[in-house]
């Protein structure tokens, strides 16, 4: 399978616009031009475009030791995008990041840190000019991100991630009898009108064909999603929770398809934007209200 993502354009009726392949400036071998996977933006109040992702192209790389296990980990870099040349029927961009630059979050036990496990499905946030990262929901996962590390070299640079204090433990657990942990998706949306942070998180309940052995998907399915909401600043903790649901399939209204995943969250006005994936293969946007979003949130305590 090809790995990669591509950065695009869209119009507000999300027509595209232009698109471009994110490739790796300093790769250090071919595999690296697919290092982008799973990215999720965030645009920072200075206007970096920052992109956080899944590397799993490390796990084919005769890098160093230490990176061929940071597939596991969540990686961020600056995204650099430039108008690329023109296509016949749609506009291009030049999109990538730069190796050197990349930074792969790891768990820091002797400072304080701990992040035990993957780090996956991370969410940045920009509060008060420090960048933050979601990465697990609940129990309540979010720690600095600090871009700042020194670059090692050719190799992608560790920079230490955990939580620090942990928040205090809800009295009930918000999705008791789920049978899973809800884990991120995109980066959580500040709204300033309720002084929370929205997000969206998915819980998995099949396991890979690896451990079922069943031709159907080879990786987790059965996605379900729910909003929450984070308080302002840390240690985050969640405040608010929806119930679960499951974008309906294009082909088949009534069901939904086994593999889902949102990772984008756009407000315009007061509508809400949800981007998504299906089966790894294709593209979505749900608009909902706000509002709707909003009234089917409870508080937790």
Not at 104 to 112: D, F, H, Q
Request: charged share 15%.
């Amino acid at each position: 399978a090809v790995l990669g993502s591509y950065a695009v354009v869209l119009d507000e009726e999300f027509e595209l616009l232009a698109k471009g392949r994110i490739s790796t400036k300093n790769a250090a071998v071919l595999q690296d031009q697919g290092m982008v996977a799973d990215a999720r933006l965030l645009v920072t109040q200075d206007g970096t475009v920052l992109v956080a992702f899944q590397p799993y192209s490390l796990q084919m790389s005769p890098a160093t030791l230490p990176e061929m296990f940071w597939w596991q980990h969540q990686t961020v870099a600056e995204l650099h995008v430039t108008p690329g040349p023109p296509t016949p029927g749609c506009g291009a961009l030049e999109a990538h990041i730069d190796r050197r630059e990349a930074r792969v979050l790891v768990e820091c036990p002797e400072r304080g840190l701990h992040a035990p496990g993957p780090i996956k499905n991370l969410g940045l946030m920009e509060v008060k000019g420090q960048l933050y990262g979601l990465d697990w929901v609940y129990p309540t996962r979010a720690g600095p991100v600090n871009m700042d590390t020194p670059n090692t070299g050719d190799h992608i640079t560790p920079t230490c991630y955990g939580t620090a204090p942990a928040p205090a433990p809800l009295a009930t657990l918000p999705w008791a009898g789920a049978g899973t942990q809800l884990h991120n998706g995109p980066p959580p949306l500040w709204l300033p009108e309720h002084q929370e942070y929205l997000g969206v998180g998915h819980f998995r309940r099949g396991y890979s064909a690896w451990v079922l052995e069943t031709p159907r998907v080879q990786f987790g399915h059965h996605y379900t999603h729910a909003f929450f909401t984070l308080s302002e600043g840390p240690p985050f903790r969640i405040v608010r929770v929806a119930p679960e649901f499951c974008f309906p399939s294009a082909q088949d209204p009534d069901d939904c398809e086994t593999v889902q995943f949102a990772s984008a969250l756009v407000r315009s006005g007061d509508q809400l934007h949800v981007g998504y994936g299906v089966m790894d293969c294709e593209s979505y946007v749900a608009t909902v209200p706000l509002a709707q979003i909003w009234a089917s949130l409870r508080r937790v305590e």
